[in-house]
């Protein structure tokens, strides 16, 4: 990902930095909060109040400072089908199911942080976090050219030249500008300079105001979000409806906000705290249900807005989601006035710096297996959505490490000076690798004494304990003798008829342990909360 860390500064930010980096990023949040609101099927203002609040609350206590939080596509194409059944038992209803799946959704968000599993994100390979990338910047790029309707119609003749042009203008100063100053960000002016252009020059073009209207809309004017308890029946059938989706809803926004938290600490060289970030996120989307907002989860693109304008503390998250708050009260007119396509310039700049460039010169440099889930993610990610992405990622690449795994077995074969053959063992032993172990013996031909060395393997699960059983039975139905060497003191406990089997030299066994429980308990002893 050679490009993106060139197109990332990695300088310590500034109160400067952050301050004009959030004023940037609020700017951006309001048509992507405007479009998933419309795709979820729900006011404007609602998906504007989730994007603050959820932007408010993880800058605060989230894992990740410089990671933005709002009203995200991955969640709003889940929230449409909730609320369409909810709106179908009852005038609005819809709005009501959807807050009450969102306060579920988040206690659960909250309590996978605070039993610690965010740390499972590690699992993730590098190709699946590069599939990842490539597919929401394809995402990214298909959502901008929806900007390029006006009343559902795509534009054509002189206003789509005009929107092109005003486009290309933003890209240009995007790119050109860092290189004379970083000052003021790029993306900041950008937006200033078109918009001056567009509103000084009588220019006729899409502006914010004129998409939120032609998706059905008014405007972004409403006052402060107010505390409501969601009007539902409290049953089981309301739980029955809402409880599928609010685990899906966790499930991606987990997802979405642990990979870019990754990707965010790959960017800017520092790390974030997974679990601490699944509670903030958890207790965002809490407020949001009670709050009335659409709920969210992090932002790949505006979060990579804000570390690109020079963001790095939580000072720029606070300061877009306080400025979104601001617009919705007492700025609306304004903001409504800036034109689309310096919003669509800013994000088609983001496209390029988050897709991994790196991928078309790693092509041929790279495992088979390791280029197939690259564009897997990648098109999954494009075709269904994330979490489903992602876990096919995960899936296939744990398959393949299994597979590649289960062909290194390997047995030394000898007999020594008294007629006793000795096997030792190389390679992990478990379920994968079961049946090529038990390959390796000639039970019939061999002496009476047989001795398997295990000092140069390893005794993975209950799979390879269940091996060793089945071959000591092998060689003791044919009257044979085998003892088994270098096995752990948890496996000999789980060995049948151990005692007699297994000969144990303390000081020669390797340091190792094959039982989960005792894994476990090592690493929860060493770990710290929220890392």
């Not at 590069?130 to 790029?141: D, Q």
Request: hydrophobic share 50%.
């Amino acid at each position: 990902m050679k490009f993106q860390f060139q197109f990332i500064d990695k300088k310590q930010g500034t109160i400067k930095d952050d301050i004009l980096s959030g004023l940037t990023v609020s700017l951006a949040l309001v048509p992507e909060a405007v479009a998933f609101a419309f795709v979820a099927g729900v006011s404007p203002i609602v998906g504007l109040y989730g994007a603050f609040m959820m932007g408010l609350v993880t800058s605060i206590f989230g894992g990740r400072p410089g990671m933005i939080s709002g009203a995200t596509g991955a969640m709003a194409v889940v929230m449409v089908s909730l609320v369409q059944k909810g709106n179908a038992m009852g005038d609005m209803q819809g709005l009501q199911y959807l807050f009450a799946a969102l306060i579920l959704a988040g206690t659960i968000q909250s309590l996978f942080g605070v039993f610690k599993l965010g740390k499972f994100i590690r699992l993730v390979p590098h190709s699946v976090m590069m599939g990842f990338v490539n597919g929401l910047a394809i995402v990214i790029f298909l959502s901008q050219l929806n900007m390029f309707k006006a009343g559902g119609e795509w534009l054509s003749g002189t206003p789509l030249y005009t929107m092109l042009g005003l486009v290309a203008l933003t890209m240009a100063i995007m790119y050109f500008l860092p290189k004379l100053s970083k000052a003021i960000p790029a993306a900041l002016v950008g937006i200033l300079v078109v918009s001056a252009i567009v509103i000084f020059g009588n220019i006729e073009t899409e502006t914010v105001k004129s998409f939120i209207q032609s998706g059905g809309g008014e405007g972004i004017k409403a006052g402060l979000p107010t505390f409501n308890v969601p009007v539902i029946p409290f049953n089981i059938e309301t739980l029955k409806l809402i409880l599928p989706y609010s685990l899906i809803l966790a499930a991606v926004g987990l997802i979405e906000s642990l990979m870019t938290l990754n990707l965010v600490d790959e960017l800017t060289e520092t790390r974030g705290s997974g679990n601490r970030e699944c509670v903030a996120q958890g207790t965002a989307n809490i407020v949001n249900g009670f709050f009335g907002g659409m709920g969210g989860c992090a932002m790949i693109g505006q979060s990579i807005i804000n570390i690109k304008s020079g963001g790095r503390g939580r000072l720029s998250g606070i300061f877009a989601a306080v400025m979104l708050l601001m617009f919705i009260l007492f700025a609306s007119s304004y903001i409504e006035m800036i034109p689309i396509a310096a919003l669509v310039g800013v994000m088609f700049m983001v496209v390029i710096g988050t897709f991994a460039w790196s991928t078309f010169n790693i092509i041929n440099k790279i495992p088979l297996s390791d280029l197939i889930v690259i564009v897997l993610v990648t098109g999954l990610t494009v075709i269904f959505d994330l979490a489903i992405a992602v876990l096919a990622g995960v899936i296939v690449s744990a398959l393949v490490f299994s597979w590649e795994n289960a062909k290194r077995i390997r047995a030394r074969k000898s007999v020594d000076e008294h007629g006793i053959k000795h096997y030792e063992i190389f390679g992990p032993l478990f379920f994968g690798s079961t049946t090529l172990f038990q390959s390796k013996f000639d039970v019939q031909n061999d002496p009476d004494e047989v001795i398997v060395d295990f000092k140069e393997s390893r005794i993975m699960d209950q799979s390879a304990i269940e091996a060793i059983n089945k071959l000591a039975e092998r060689y003791q139905k044919v009257g044979k003798t085998i003892h088994l060497r270098h096995l752990s003191k948890d496996c000999i406990k789980l060995v049948k008829r151990a005692e007699k089997i297994c000969d144990v030299n303390v000081l020669e066994d390797p340091n190792y342990f094959v039982a989960i429980d005792n894994y476990n308990r090592i690493v929860n002893k060493s770990s710290t909360p929220f890392n």
